[in-house]
């Protein structure tokens, strides 16, 4: 497996609560995306970052927030967790520009969360 | 919207049969394509990509493009059961963004 690392593997939390997911990677790699993968659904982006402090939406971001202060740990926070955000939560990187035609995603372990 | 469309299954075949996957998008824009394999409970990995029309071969596997039908596909020739998985189908569209199916679930059984 590529060296990247998802904390927690799982998390069960209540409704309201702030919960944030770590990813951290030792390839170096400028991209990170977080996932999340529901059933019926497939994997769908939630935010990505294309370096230090430069991250943007994606098609699921409401409710979720992202940091990236180094280039080695993207987190991502749901502010106020709710039931709808129960999911597997998945982080990629990638070496590649997206679009780039080399582009490969290499995906963590993921995070079950629970939103009770 | 743009989509990237999977039956989901299940798809069972025999062990030693080929496999046969199927994917359809609807941006025309889109360029470059790719599978994904998903065992239950672990994470995705590449397995083939493919930008230009016709065929693309790496060992038991075969991906197919036809651009003029939005449609590619994933051959599994020679099917063993430890090719029992999801297969995910992601497309980049012309929006640069990398869009998934929701993956066909694949059975081999021995």
């Known amino acids: 497996d590529a060296g990247i690392t998802q904390s927690p593997r799982h998390k069960v939390t209540e409704t309201g609560t702030p919960v944030t997911l770590r990813c951290h990677q030792t390839e170096n790699h400028r991209y990170m995306y977080w996932y999340r993968q529901d059933p019926g659904h497939g994997l769908r982006l939630i935010h990505y970052s294309y370096g230090v402090k430069d991250t943007d939406k994606g098609e699921v971001s409401d409710g979720y927030s992202v940091s990236r202060s180094k280039t080695e740990d993207f987190l991502l926070t749901l502010e106020s967790a709710t039931s709808s955000q129960t999911s597997v939560y998945f982080c990629a990187i990638s070496e590649f520009l997206p679009g780039a035609t080399n582009e490969k995603l290499f995906f963590g372990s993921g995070t079950q969360l629970s939103v009770l | ?110």
């Not at chain 2, 360029?31 to 397995?47: D, V």
């Not at chain 2, 039908?69 to 599994?76: A, F, H, M, N, T």
Request: proline fraction near 5%; glycine fraction near 8%; hydrophobic fraction near 30%.
């Open chain 2, 1 to 110: 919207q743009k989509e990237v469309e999977q039956n989901s299954g299940p798809l069972s075949v025999p062990e030693g049969a080929i496999a046969s996957l199927n994917c359809t998008y609807s941006d025309r824009g889109s360029q470059s394509f790719f599978w994904y394999r998903q065992y239950s409970g672990k994470s995705p990995e590449l397995i083939m990509s493919i930008y230009s029309n016709g065929d693309k071969e790496d060992g038991r596997f075969t991906a197919q493009l036809n651009k003029a039908s939005q449609y590619v596909s994933l051959l599994i020739r020679d099917s063993q059961p430890s090719d029992s998985a999801t297969y995910l189908c992601a497309v980049i569209d012309s929006s640069n963004d990398m869009r998934f199916g929701a993956g066909t679930r694949l059975t081999v059984k021995p």
